[in-house]
């Protein structure tokens, strides 16, 4: 596991596109996180043999990090990469001013709502019609530092 790199983004990129959970971003906003200091303890990306197998990007304000985006290939899931992925960006939020996570995640998406369960995020809240395609709540979960 590692910071997210410039020369990083092609990978994040196909593997967000392959990735129907996650946030589709475009190349454009990957680019921006890997060439700011915005990367620096805000994104890591797992690395497995010759290529990224999954990544992770937060957002940290004040007291709080939110987890923005995660996704992990389809051939290594399962394997507890995201919880990996997950438990580093907590502690290096952690390792700063954060006492509290957060995110939003599809109300069917139960294998994620499983894995930040079993990383101690709680029920917080619901965002009525928060994503599309399809339209479907958001579900908060939070969880202290």
């Not at 995020?121 to 994503?131: E, I, N, Q, S, V």
């Amino acid at each position: 596991m590692r910071p997210l790199a410039a020369g990083d983004v092609a990978e994040v990129v196909a593997l967000t596109r392959a990735s129907a959970e996650a946030a589709q971003w475009p190349a454009a906003e990957f680019e921006r996180i890997a060439g700011e200091e915005f990367a620096t303890g805000c994104a890591w990306v797992a690395v497995a043999g010759p290529g990224i197998v999954g990544y992770i990007v937060t957002r940290c304000a004040a007291e709080e990090v939110e987890i923005l985006n995660l996704a992990v290939a389809a051939g290594a899931r399962r394997k507890g990469i995201a919880g990996r992925l997950l438990e580093r960006a907590l502690a290096a939020a952690q390792a700063g001013p954060a006492r509290r996570a957060f995110l939003e995640v599809r109300e069917s998406n139960r294998a994620a709502i499983a894995l930040y369960q079993r990383h101690h995020f709680l029920p917080a809240g619901r965002r009525a019609l928060y994503y599309g395609n399809p339209p479907e709540d958001a579900l908060v979960l939070a969880r202290t530092l």
